[in-house]
């Protein structure tokens, strides 16, 4: 080992969580390593955010360095199925108070301003560092890390550790923290397409959610950016996609001319980036915390890409975390599953309840049932805009008795 480093908080991972929960730090007057596998830019998927996101964006003095970038407005979502069913949801028109506007964002270039502007405010940012051993049950938590580039192993001796790595899923990974997800096993096929689009063809403010025409539980995003690209996906069961055959593009290709309104408005797209395939993506965790740690985000949970909830979900817990932490630091006696675990949970498993429902066809029923009144749309609203921890909502504070009375209504 070649050199042991001292910080009082070492963060896994600078996307989103790892950013926001930096430059909160920050503001407390902390020190703060980020350390990072990749180099950025790099290619991640998670391009749809939701308005509640914002005010984590501007809690961590970020939002000027989001609003300059240029990325696509957003300020809703339609939901699409068959040739003729078509319906929208202004997330403006919400039942919740906040922002009610967003963006939708290629994450390669977001993450890198969220990250820029993190290490602005005097966060050390380190690019190419794998962590190769956690040590956290000692009265001094330290990693042990591998810069990539020059092949040294060092030590980080810290106060804390947030693993925000995301996918990478470092901390659950070496500490055997995790679980089976609830959820079935789902795969998807992605890409970024030029969608050659004529203007006025479709709402670019908005994400599509296209149903397959046949198949329920089978779904696409379609997220238009500000460039004239759009990232293109499909999602469903293993089984599902092991049906259709040839290489990923032409799979991905087939399954997009099955829905119709995708078909038509993307006929002359050019296919010019390699299709990606993920399978087995939800995630689930023993702890969302230990004595020396926490994970934030994807580290911790991920659900479904189906409602965009990853970013929401990862920056909300970077602010729990954030506000925890600093009192811990402090001197206090923090409680992290009631200020940490328990308020985080609350959210993730509203977005639970809508993404079961999505699946097993009673939340798309009520989105595209033509007789809901407008008290209701607007509660549907806030929950596609992130506010899954607003318990003023009848539909966050007793998702399933709420999704049950109205099942019942629209099936009468």
Same mark, same amino acid.
């Given at each position: 080992?070649?050199?042991?480093?001292?910080?009082?908080?070492?963060?896994?991972?600078?996307? &989103?969580?790892?950013?926001?929960?930096?430059?909160?730090?920050?503001?407390?007057? /902390?020190?703060?390593?980020?350390?990072?596998?990749?180099?950025?830019?790099?290619?991640?998927?998670?391009?749809?955010?939701? &308005?509640?996101?914002?005010?984590?964006?501007?809690?961590?003095?970020?939002?000027?360095?989001?609003?300059?970038?240029?990325?696509?407005?957003?300020?809703?979502?339609?939901?699409?199925?068959?040739?003729?069913?078509?319906?929208?949801?202004?997330?403006?028109?919400?039942?919740?108070?906040?922002?009610?506007?967003?963006?939708?964002?290629?994450?390669?270039?977001?993450?890198?301003?969220?990250?820029?502007?993190?290490?602005?405010?005097?966060?050390?940012?380190?690019?190419?560092?794998?962590?190769? +051993?956690?040590?956290?049950? $000692?009265?001094? &938590?330290?990693?042990?890390?591998?810069?990539?580039?020059?092949?040294?192993?060092?030590?980080?001796?810290?106060?804390?550790?947030?693993?925000?790595? $995301?996918?990478?899923?470092?901390?659950?990974?070496?500490?055997?923290?995790?679980?089976?997800?609830?959820?079935?096993?789902?795969?998807?096929?992605?890409?970024?397409?030029e969608d050659r689009t004529a203007p006025g063809s479709f709402d670019r403010n908005k994400i599509i959610?296209?149903?397959h025409p046949q198949h329920e539980a089978v779904w696409y995003w379609t997220i238009p950016f500000s460039?004239?690209?759009?990232?293109?996906?499909?999602?469903?069961?293993?089984?599902?996609?092991?049906?259709?055959?040839?290489?990923?593009?032409?799979?991905?290709?087939?399954?997009?001319?099955?829905?119709?309104?995708?078909?038509?408005?993307?006929?002359?797209?050019?296919?010019?980036?390699?299709? /990606?395939?993920?399978t087995g993506y939800a995630a689930n965790v023993k702890s969302l915390y230990g004595k020396h740690f926490?994970?934030?985000?994807? +580290?911790?949970?991920?659900?479904?890409?189906?409602?965009?909830?990853?970013?929401?979900?990862?920056?909300?817990?970077?602010?729990?975390?954030?506000?925890?932490?600093?009192?811990?630091?402090?001197?206090?006696?923090?409680?992290?599953?009631?200020?940490? +675990?328990?308020?985080?949970? /609350?959210?993730?498993?509203?977005?639970?309840?809508?993404?079961?429902?999505?699946?097993?066809?009673?939340?798309?029923?009520?989105?595209?049932?033509?007789?809901?009144?407008?008290?209701?749309?607007?509660?549907?609203?806030?929950?596609?805009?992130?506010? +899954?921890?607003?318990?003023?909502?009848?539909?966050?504070?007793?998702?399933?008795?709420?999704?049950?009375?109205?099942?019942?209504?629209?099936?009468?």
């Amino acid at each position: 080992m070649s050199r042991i480093e001292t910080t009082d908080v070492v963060i896994i991972g600078a996307g &989103p969580s790892g950013a926001i929960a930096a430059a909160l730090l920050r503001q407390q007057g /902390r020190r703060v390593l980020v350390l990072e596998r990749e180099t950025f830019p790099r290619f991640s998927i998670g391009e749809s955010l939701l &308005p509640q996101s914002m005010a984590y964006i501007e809690e961590a003095g970020l939002l000027q360095d989001v609003v300059e970038a240029g990325f696509q407005y957003k300020n809703g979502a339609t939901f699409a199925r068959g040739a003729t069913e078509t319906t929208f949801f202004d997330f403006r028109e919400k039942w919740s108070a906040g922002w009610g506007t967003t963006y939708q964002v290629q994450r390669g270039a977001f993450d890198k301003v969220l990250a820029d502007g993190a290490a602005r405010t005097g966060a050390e940012f380190r690019y190419q560092q794998t962590v190769l +051993a956690a040590e956290v049950e $000692g009265e001094q &938590p330290a990693l042990t890390v591998k810069d990539n580039a020059s092949g040294e192993q060092y030590r980080v001796e810290a106060r804390f550790v947030l693993d925000a790595s $995301g996918f990478g899923r470092v901390l659950p990974r070496l500490l055997d923290l995790e679980t089976p997800s609830s959820f079935p096993v789902r795969g998807a096929l992605f890409t970024h397409i030029e969608d050659r689009t004529a203007p006025g063809s479709f709402d670019r403010n908005k994400i599509i959610i296209t149903t397959h025409p046949q198949h329920e539980a089978v779904w696409y995003w379609t997220i238009p950016f500000s460039n004239g690209r759009c990232s293109q996906g499909v999602v469903a069961e293993p089984a599902f996609l092991a049906q259709y055959s040839g290489d990923d593009q032409t799979r991905l290709q087939t399954l997009v001319n099955e829905a119709p309104n995708l078909k038509a408005l993307l006929a002359d797209a050019v296919w010019d980036t390699p299709v /990606r395939q993920i399978t087995g993506y939800a995630a689930n965790v023993k702890s969302l915390y230990g004595k020396h740690f926490a994970l934030l985000g994807n +580290a911790g949970e991920f659900l479904d890409p189906v409602f965009s909830s990853g970013v929401t979900i990862a920056m909300t817990s970077s602010s729990l975390a954030a506000k925890a932490l600093g009192r811990m630091l402090d001197g206090e006696t923090v409680d992290w599953e009631a200020d940490y +675990a328990v308020p985080l949970k /609350r959210g993730v498993d509203a977005f639970r309840a809508f993404v079961t429902a999505w699946y097993d066809g009673r939340f798309q029923k009520l989105i595209y049932y033509k007789g809901k009144n407008e008290e209701i749309r607007r509660m549907i609203a806030s929950i596609l805009a992130g506010y +899954a921890w607003d318990e003023t909502n009848p539909c966050v504070r007793a998702p399933e008795r709420w999704l049950a009375a109205l099942d019942a209504a629209v099936s009468a």
